[in-house]
């Protein structure tokens, strides 16, 4: 199963899509692939993979990535090779992407659910903006004005959570994961073999 979290930057959406994996079993998140440099202790094939502008162009015209987008000026990408060889090696997968990148996922009709990560504010998110002091003032303003426009996407997802407290929003969204593994379509083959057992 394809799991999508998208929230304004800000938000925390990679803090709780990194302890919501500890916490789950076959839940992984992917990495990235963008054409940023690494910020502050950033590290290459953890964080992102970290490519050159040029690199990545080349393997997004290769049809390498399952959806791409620009975001503040720099390019990011889900490899699409590397989600499958997740999937396929029966592993649920947390794509961290921003809502253009949903919007292509969706576009191409690959199933997937959607959790929409808010803030518990405006002035919340403003705070932790400047909290975490990595950007410049003018930064800031920009995350914000693009912050504006994304939270109206949350209508496009499957849940809504509220990151008012860490681990309150992780238990939210482990129950997301579960509620969703248990479904009558997703539980039907496991079912089917445990009323084989029945003889019925
Ligand atoms: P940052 O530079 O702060 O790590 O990330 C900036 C934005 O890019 C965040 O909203 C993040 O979710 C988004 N992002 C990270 N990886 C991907 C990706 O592979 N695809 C898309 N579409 N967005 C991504």
Known sequence: MLFIVSAPSGTGKTTLVERLVKVTDHLRMSRSYTSRPPRGDEVHGVDYNFVSRARFEQM?????????????????????????????????????????????????????????????????????????????????RRRLQVAREEVSAFEEYNYVVINDALDLCVERMKGIVLAERSKLARMRPKAAQVLGTFEL
Do not use: C, M
Request: glycine share 12%; hydrophobic share 40%.
């Open 60 to 140: 997004a015209a290769a049809g390498e990535f399952l959806e791409w987008a620009d975001v503040f000026g720099n390019l990011y990408g889900t490899h699409a090779g590397e989600t499958d060889k997740y999937l396929q090696g029966g592993d649920d997968v947390v794509l961290v992407i921003d809502v253009q990148g949903a919007r292509k996922v969706r576009a191409q009709n690959v199933p997937h659910v959607g959790i929409f990560v808010l803030p518990p504010s405006f002035q919340v998110l403003e705070q932790r903006l400047r909290g975490r002091s990595k950007d410049n003032e003018d930064a800031i």
